[in-house]
């Protein structure tokens, strides 16, 4: 199946620093979604998208699907330490199957 | 509240023992799906269910088995003949086909001593 490409594998930031994740096909994605995992925890849903040149914000995470729809990112103004964790990207093809990223994930130093 | 429960969280099994992973969900999604998590690695699919009655293999089937008897349910047992089953198993629910959101599960633990 179609095979999601994540970097970086880790990250590791000051405070208020920001922080970019990239995740990368080689073939076109129908769409593309965003989870977190916090340590210890379960993956929980941040936000699809489904347009080229997608973008979407929460706050202060900004999501964007590339016009080609093959790569995406997730970029964090401003790291606080509640944003620790590893996140993911995953497509979701027919059927139901999603194909998960190996993640990213991002450790912020007070 | 709604949502999807597994049990149990931490499991422990000797080698050559059978082990089944309970996941229970009330939010009336159609379809459910098992997912392993090892360190470092992001989420296989191991198989996944659309409907009741009816289920296919993943990308690492080999050595798991599950069934779909009611909508809400949807074990899944990890045999003897899974060579490298210690990892973090977690469950997943979605109400649309194909799938947008996946809903998850706390996950379950398994350990093989």
């Known amino acids: 199946g179609q095979q999601v490409m994540q970097i970086p594998q880790y990250q590791h930031v000051q405070e208020g620093e920001d922080f970019t994740t990239y995740c990368n096909s080689s073939t076109t994605l129908s769409n593309i979604q965003w989870y977190k995992q916090r340590p210890g925890g379960h993956p929980v849903f941040l936000i699809q998208l489904v347009k080229s040149g997608e973008v979407k914000k929460q706050k202060r995470l900004t999501f964007q699907f590339g016009e080609a729809k093959k790569n995406s990112s997730l970029h964090i103004t401003a790291t606080q330490t509640t944003d620790v964790g590893t996140y993911f990207c995953a497509q979701s093809a027919n059927a139901g199957k999603s194909t998960f990223g190996d993640g990213t994930t991002l450790t912020v130093k007070p | 509240d709604g949502g999807i429960t597994q049990s149990p969280k931490y499991l422990f099994r000797k080698e050559g023992q059978n082990v089944t992973l309970s996941c229970e969900q009330n939010?009336?999604?159609?379809?459910m799906y098992w997912y392993r998590q090892d360190p470092g690695q992001g989420l296989r699919l191991i198989y996944y269910s659309q409907i009741v009655n009816d289920f296919q293999k993943g990308d690492i089937a080999e050595g798991y088995s599950v069934s779909r008897e009611k909508k809400e349910s949807f074990p899944l047992t990890v045999t003897s003949a899974q060579k490298n089953p210690t990892a973090f198993y977690l469950c997943?629910?979605?109400?649309?086909?194909?799938?947008?959101?996946?809903?998850f599960g706390e996950g379950s633990r398994l350990t093989v001593l």
């Open positions: 939010l009336n999604h159609d379809a």
């Open positions: 997943a629910s979605s109400p649309s086909d194909p799938a947008g959101e996946l809903f």
